[in-house]
């Protein structure tokens, strides 16, 4: 199915910011956000820490849950990835890194599917989300 994805290009290397998809976002709305956003710095993912960028999380995105998704998801990151990669930079963070942590919960089998549930749709909404700072 075709989607017309509204983009906003800044900045000296034009990097580009998904604005949202038509009809969801009207041309004006769409319009009104690329003017906000061209007043906005550009920052780059790799400045931010994995603990910056869960903090940034848990207001933009957990808050919006259920309140006991968010018991699950702030308990499996707290538990099991703040004290191992929190003081890393989010642009360190490999798939190795996360593997390790989860492998030892190879036990817990429905604990390691959770785990890795929570940290693949974190580490999906650092990528996918703009965020100035």
Known sequence: KNRKTWIVMRGV?????????????????????????????ITKAGRLTFSEAYDAFKIEHIAKKKVRTQADYERMLDKYFIPKLGKKKLSEV?????????????????EQ?????????????????????
Not at 25 to 41: D, I, Y
Not at 97 to 105: A, G, V, W, Y
């Open 13 to 41: 290397d034009r990097t580009r910011t998904r604005i949202g998809h038509y009809p969801a976002v009207s041309l004006s709305e769409a319009r009104k956000a690329a003017k906000k956003l061209l007043t906005e710095a």
């Open 94 to 110: 490999t798939y190795e890194s996360i593997t390790e942590i989860t492998d030892k919960l190879a036990d817990r089998s429905s």
């Open 113 to 133: 599917s959770h785990a890795l549930a929570v940290v693949r749709t974190f580490l999906r909404w650092c990528v996918h989300l703009p965020r100035p700072r």
